[in-house]
């Protein structure tokens, strides 16, 4: 014997509606992208990788998600696409180490390196970390320019994005 009516399935339809989009909207909401800009004034090291240091600003050092400062090094390099003559692509995998302890977080960069304008420029992703990074992830753009001395020295990297 059937004894729902129909107004009843209909309610019971939008309550599991309702709770089906709330478990999808809430881990979203939840990771939402807080801000960081990062900038990184990198060493180049001819006799091993390249290392230098960083300080991070933004929503997502505010809130704890990042830390302030640290140490940079250059764990894999790989240019390309140079052959054109005009530009070439460099795929940098780089290891952030917080200076407080909390942990360490990895990024991959790729360059676009225009050889007409001598500009530089790149997209970033982060990779996973540990310690309090474990979970980190993000990504965003960013821009090189010359540490004012002799370019072959070292730069001055600006990484602009989202941490979540």
Request: hydrophobic content about 35%; proline content about 4%; some cysteine.
């Amino acid at each position: 014997m059937r004894t729902s009516s129909r107004p009843a399935r209909a309610i019971v339809a939008i309550v599991a509606a309702t709770l089906a989009l709330t478990s999808v909207i809430g881990p979203v909401a939840a990771g939402s992208p807080q801000q960081v800009e990062i900038v990184s004034h990198m060493n180049f090291n001819p006799d091993g990788p390249n290392f230098g240091d960083f300080t991070a600003t933004g929503s997502a050092v505010d809130s704890g998600l990042v830390c302030a400062s640290g140490t940079v090094l250059d764990t894999g390099i790989v240019f390309g696409g140079f052959q054109s003559g005009r530009s070439a692509q460099i795929l940098v995998r780089k290891t952030f180490t917080c200076a407080d302890g909390s942990g360490t977080f990895f990024v991959k960069i790729q360059v676009h390196l225009d050889f007409e304008t001598a500009t530089e420029s790149f997209t970033w992703v982060v990779l996973g970390g540990t310690g309090n990074y474990e979970s980190l992830r993000g990504s965003g753009d960013g821009t090189t320019v010359g540490d004012g001395s002799d370019p072959q020295t070292g730069n001055f990297n600006t990484y602009v994005g989202g941490l979540h």
